[in-house]
């Protein structure tokens, strides 16, 4: 059974830091995507970083770009998110997510999320 469990989550001021980690269990994820995505309060669920498994190729969303860094370990089948410079509006839950296969394909996998909230 595949499981991701997100943590790191919690309140931290504007201008602060937080690491998100994302341990996969249940799979070999060696060669899979992993990626994070957030929801905000009243707001869709957007794409924030993602980060290839063989190449470990990273994108980013635009309002993160500079900011944050997605990283992973694949001896430790665990993602980060490294979170620098935070504004309020990076307020959200942030949950982590695993693709197989081609980019064109639906997210296979999803933790139960972490809260982050900055307070101005």
């Known amino acids: 059974q595949v499981q991701l469990v997100e943590s790191g989550g919690g309140l931290v001021q504007a201008g602060g830091s937080l690491r998100l980690s994302c341990a996969a269990s249940g799979r070999d994820f060696s060669s899979a995507t992993m990626a994070w995505f957030r929801q905000g309060q009243r707001k869709e669920r957007e794409f924030v970083a993602a980060?290839?498994?063989?190449?470990?190729?990273?994108s980013y969303a635009d309002s993160v770009k500079g900011r944050f860094t997605i990283f992973r370990s694949n001896a430790k089948n665990t993602a980060y998110l490294q979170m620098n410079s935070l504004k309020p509006e990076d307020t959200a839950v942030y949950y982590c997510s695993v693709r197989y296969g081609s980019s064109n394909r639906e997210y296979d996998y999803w933790g139960q999320g972490t809260q982050v909230t900055v307070s101005s």
């Open positions: 980060i290839t498994g063989n190449f470990l190729l990273t």
